[in-house]
């Protein structure tokens, strides 16, 4: 689940020239697996309200009681136009204040917030509630993605004593952003030596995939979790350290999200819907 303001996915965002980005607000969610759904539902300015401890999109919320995050959904799927309703509790072990600028200039920071979680996850489908670890993390920016990266991909492997967060980005001017982070369920953030890079294969829109793995091992594939033509979401595993690890990967293609007619392709699974209002 993500939540955005300043949506950098949206098509509608991008077309607007990302003038105003509370204007263009949602919350994503998938929902991966056998039947699973999809929201990415782009609205108005008048559909978002923020506090210190809560952020509301339309009929969802996210709010902060001091030691949980509480979500509460309520979208609507596309293209099934499927209703979306439960609740997502997440509790961090321990809240970092970790910032790793993504490029030099601070004009994309990344804030590692509580990368060791409990989750309880609680949808009113059958089979989508669960319990088990989570992530929590937040993007800032104030450029386009597109327009500052060619390619990043980022990954999240537990180890035997915390997590190892890979996070690495390609970006316009040649350079290159590579991030190796151990966290420990106590809070406690050390860079450490990363493995070397290893191909995890192309995907099948041919998006090249690639991972940190220990020499003499190669990383695969468990399950994608959404595949797109510039983006894919998968359980990778991937061996670190002589450990064996199963965790969550992503990656980006800039170029390919750049493209003109990516858009339009993009439109037919964000809607855009700018008159949703809370009630007076």
């Known amino acids: 689940m993500i939540t955005f303001i300043g949506s950098v996915f949206s098509p509608w965002y991008g077309w607007s020239g990302r003038a105003d980005p509370e204007d263009n607000v949602c919350i994503n969610v998938l929902l991966s697996g056998p039947g699973g759904r999809w929201t990415m539902t782009d609205r108005g300015r008048g559909a978002l309200r923020q506090t210190e401890e809560t952020i509301r999109i339309g009929p969802s919320g996210l709010r902060w009681d001091g030691e949980t995050l509480v979500i509460d959904l309520d979208e609507v799927s596309t293209p099934h136009g499927q209703r979306i309703r439960g609740r997502i509790t997440l509790t961090p072990r321990a809240v970092t204040e970790v910032e790793v600028p993504l490029k030099s200039d601070g004009t994309h920071v990344w804030r590692p917030l509580a990368p060791a979680s409990d989750i309880v996850v609680e949808i009113d489908r059958p089979g989508w509630s669960w319990e088990g670890h989570g992530y929590l993390d937040s993007n800032f920016g104030t450029a386009a993605l597109e327009a500052d990266f060619a390619y990043w991909h980022w990954g999240r492997f537990p180890v035997p004593d915390g997590r190892v967060i890979f996070y690495e980005a390609e970006l316009r001017d040649g350079s290159e952003t590579r991030v190796a982070l151990h966290f420990r369920d106590d809070g406690t953030v050390t860079p450490v030596d990363a493995p070397p890079l290893a191909s995890l294969g192309r995907s099948s829109w041919l998006l090249r995939r690639e991972t940190r ?31 064996r690890s199963t965790g969550v990967w992503e990656a980006l293609d800039c170029d390919r999200f750049a493209a003109w ?13 700018p008159g949703w209002r809370f009630p007076d």
Do not use: N, Q
């Open 261 to 273: 007619w990516m858009k339009p392709l993009l439109a037919l699974r964000v809607p855009r819907r």
């Open 213 to 243: 793995c220990d020499a003499g091992h190669r990383p695969r594939v468990i399950r994608a979790m959404i595949s797109a033509p510039f983006y894919e979401r998968s359980v990778v595993e991937t061996v670190i350290d002589g450990h």
